[in-house]
């Protein structure tokens, strides 16, 4: 038996019976900030136990920290390749320094482990490079699941220890200028590839620290791939591109992992590229193609409580600007009064998401959004607000058997006494469920929305069958 089969066949009796982690891959697009002065901080001590107890990670933790020790701190990491080919000359000296007789595999596999550790984000970093997942899922150090397909899985990956996941954790967040400790327990943060990240440490996770990524694709969704995944079908696609090019205001709605973003990116490609934008986000995560996008992002208070930048502040801001489009990542709380206001006032084709149950419910849920901005305003005034804003609401669905669609496109229509009208204009219908599949149709209702004279004065001439006028229904 080899030497690192031996060492973890030892680590592997003596542990408390979770897996052992494959090797991480080598992080060629990984970065790690600006320099290496952070290295000395990714120095590991084994834990305690003895060698016996985890003799793998002991040697792996003994070459990690002697190669960190000569490793020059004035390198530059953001130059990935340059930095790998002198951690591969460093690492092969050590070696044969400290003669450890590995075989080729085994040399290999601990330093894509070590590589990934210093240039990546350790036992994660061949995840995160597999192109099927689209989010990671750490609860604690030796619990990790992905989404693949709609389908979440445990993978045989995990840490050695919470305080690695703290490192992975800080390694994130850091460059960012964001902080996570017992005082602020949780953090948004991004990766530089763009995916999202959400991270939650105890006391308030009880099962350690907890990591939620989701993952953005290297090349974005294009609309052919959206139809092509059956989330929308052509006729759908070609009224939505008239709405946005007619600068008609939208929400787009749905529930958590459900698509919201990937279709706020698909149809802000229908924006004029002559267009002034600005996005407004948590973390920025949308991925504009136009040429004139100001992108602004929130700021959390730092350590003493101070410089807070909410989304509520950034729309106020945004209108300074001279902004074409206002549009919003998403709108959870008092931004909402801001966000409608600018629709109200001039900045039309403006979109944001939001999280609900449909369309009905999004309405509601932007209405109790309104009046946690604080201010005391009867019921219908905030509703005349809302239906004169908001001219549609497109809601999507992860359906259970992973699929996301969209499942109503509805007008907002405007007002019937003190109740906001809704028409639906496309609508999704389910018959039945086979095979794991979900089977159902998108169908147009029949129905034309009242804005139609506004798309038509932009140009703009929708053929009547698109709203199901003399076709027949469309079935994916």
């Known amino acids: 038996m080899s030497l690192l089969k031996r060492l973890e066949q030892g680590k592997s009796d003596n542990d408390s019976g979770q897996p052992s982690s494959p090797p991480p891959g080598g992080g060629e697009e990984a970065s790690a900030g600006s320099g290496l002065s952070s290295l000395q901080s990714r120095r590991v001590t084994p834990p305690g136990g003895g060698a016996q107890r985890d003799t793998y990670f002991d ?28 951690i591969q000359e460093l690492f092969e000296q050590i070696l044969a320094e400290e003669s450890i007789p590995l075989s080729r595999p085994e040399k290999h596999r601990l330093f894509e482990q070590i590589a990934a550790e210093i240039l990546g984000f350790g036992p994660l970093q061949t995840l995160l490079e597999d192109d099927g997942v689209t989010e990671i899922m750490v609860n604690g150090a030796k619990n990790i699941y992905i989404e693949r397909k709609g389908r979440l899985s445990r993978v045989p990956v995990s840490f050695e220890s919470e305080d690695h996941v703290m490192r992975i954790i800080d390694r994130i967040v850091a460059p960012l200028g964001r902080r996570i400790d017992e005082s602020s327990p949780y953090v948004d943060a991004r990766l530089p590839d763009g995916s999202r990240v959400n991270a939650v440490i105890p006391p308030i996770s009880l099962v350690g620290p907890t990591l939620t990524i989701r993952i953005f694709a290297k090349d974005p969704i294009t609309v052919e791939q959206l139809i092509e995944f059956g989330s929308i079908t052509p006729e759908v696609l070609q009224f939505l591109k ?8 939208i929400v787009i709605s749905g529930g958590t992992g459900s698509g919201k973003t990937t279709l706020l990116n698909i149809m ?12 407004i986000e948590n973390a920025a995560e949308l991925q504009l193609r136009q040429e004139h996008v100001v992108t602004l992002e929130s700021r959390p208070p730092n350590i003493e409580g101070r410089g807070e930048v909410t989304i ?7 209108l300074r600007m001279r902004p074409d489009r ?20 001039g900045h039309d084709g403006s979109m944001t998401t939001a999280h609900s149950n449909g369309p009905r419910d999004t309405l509601s849920r932007i209405e109790t959004m309104y009046m946690m901005a604080g201010f005391e305003l009867p019921v219908r005034a905030i509703r005349e607000q809302i239906s004169s804003a908001i001219d549609l609401v497109v809601h999507v669905d992860r359906l259970r058997d992973g699929t996301r669609k969209v499942t109503h496109v509805s007008e907002v229509a405007g007002m019937e006494g003190d109740v906001i009208t809704l028409t639906d204009i496309f609508v999704f219908e389910q018959s039945g469920y086979e095979e794991g599949k979900v089977v159902g149709r998108i169908r147009a209702t029949g129905l034309r929305p009242k804005f139609m004279d506004k798309i038509e004065a932009s140009g703009i001439h929708l053929p009547a069958s698109i709203f199901g006028m003399g076709r027949g229904r469309q079935r994916y």
């Open 326 to 345: 206002i549009i919003v990542g998403e709108i959870r709380d008092g931004a909402a009064l801001d966000m409608l206001q600018a629709m109200n006032t």
């Open 59 to 86: 040697l792996k933790t003994r070459v990690q920290n002697r190669l960190l020790s000569e490793l020059d701190p004035t390198m530059d990491v953001t130059k990935v390749a340059e930095v790998r080919r002198t």
């Open 312 to 318: 509520r502040h950034l729309v106020i801001n945004s």
């Open 242 to 249: 008239a709405c946005v090019e007619s600068r008609l205001n």
């Open 268 to 279: 802000s490609q229908f924006i004029p590229g002559d267009e002034r934008i600005v996005t």
